[in-house]
């Protein structure tokens, strides 16, 4: 099948969010808890800021687990990167991630102002802007035969499976509400002219939603 672009482990809300309102540099979610919304990843045996030997096995490891399995960059909307709009005017912003970002691949950030290149341990970072296609391009290159991850937020997943480039997308239904905020479909219908889907729901309360192209 050559280089996928996947979406791996988003996980939304019950009600249909993937961030809530308000998002701020102390609060990258938003009104949003995190925490709540990853609780189901976050309690696998495969979670990588995990610091016990302990941690639950079974399909949601298993998602945790292939996390990073055969992907060579990440896209990811410029709202993922940091809360900062319009022209870059704080470049020591270097994420939420501090100097050891999770990625360890290049990572293609979408904007629409200029920014430098720059690099955190193994992960280099690049501001690019054009539209998804041509953004693709340029991350398949850099992933050298392997796959491109598709990493958020809700409006970037959106515009690339609007321009229908996205190949696989896992999305995780948790079991919290939000409210408000942003998501990237009023129903998982939506999607059904163009994907299969299977709905597999976890014993941790977590529905999984697979889908993969026609």
């Given at each position: 099948?050559?280089?996928?672009?996947?979406?791996?482990?988003?996980?939304?809300?019950?009600?249909?969010?993937?961030?809530?309102?308000?998002?701020?540099?102390?609060?990258?979610?938003?009104?949003?808890?995190?925490?709540?919304?990853m609780?189901?990843?976050?309690?696998?045996?495969?979670?990588?800021?995990?610091?016990?030997?302990?941690?639950?096995?079974?399909?949601?490891?298993?998602?945790?687990?292939?996390?990073?399995?055969?992907?060579?960059?990440?896209?990811?909307?410029?709202?993922?990167?940091?809360?900062?709009?319009?022209?870059?005017?704080?470049?020591?912003?270097?994420?939420?991630?501090?100097?050891?970002?999770?990625?360890?691949?290049?990572?293609?950030?979408?904007t629409?102002h200029?920014?430098?290149?720059?690099?955190?341990?193994d992960?280099?970072?690049?501001?690019?802007?054009?539209?998804?296609a041509?953004?693709?391009?340029?991350?398949?290159?850099?992933?050298?035969?392997?796959?491109?991850?598709?990493?958020?937020?809700?409006?970037?997943?959106?515009?690339f499976?609007?321009?229908?480039?996205?190949?696989?997308?896992?999305?995780?239904?948790?079991?919290?509400?939000?409210?408000?905020?942003?998501?990237?479909?009023?129903?998982?219908?939506?999607?059904?002219?163009?994907?299969?889907?299977?709905?597999?729901?976890s014993?941790?309360?977590?529905?999984?939603?697979?889908?993969?192209?026609?």
């Open positions: 099948m050559g280089q996928l672009l996947k979406v791996q482990n988003f996980t939304i809300s019950s009600d249909g969010f993937a961030t809530g309102e308000n998002q701020s540099l102390e609060r990258p979610f938003g009104d949003a808890d995190p925490g709540a919304l609780q189901w990843a976050g309690a696998t045996a495969s979670w990588p800021n995990r610091t016990d030997s302990g941690g639950s096995r079974g399909l949601d490891d298993y998602f945790t687990r292939d996390f990073s399995h055969n992907i060579g960059a990440e896209i990811m909307g410029r709202n993922k990167f940091g809360p900062e709009r319009g022209p870059w005017e704080n470049e020591e912003w270097r994420g939420w991630w501090g100097d050891e970002p999770p990625f360890h691949t290049p990572v293609f950030v979408l629409h200029e920014r430098p290149s720059f690099t955190l341990s992960t280099t970072f690049h501001f690019v802007g054009g539209d998804p041509d953004v693709l391009g340029q991350a398949r290159e850099a992933a050298q035969g392997k796959d491109v991850r598709l990493g958020g937020g809700p409006t970037t997943v959106r515009q499976l609007d321009a229908g480039l996205v190949d696989t997308l896992h999305v995780a239904v948790a079991p919290v509400k939000i409210g408000a905020g942003v998501r990237i479909w009023e129903s998982p219908d939506e999607l059904l002219d163009r994907y299969h889907l299977e709905v597999v729901p014993p941790s309360g977590v529905t999984h939603h697979i889908f993969w192209r026609r």
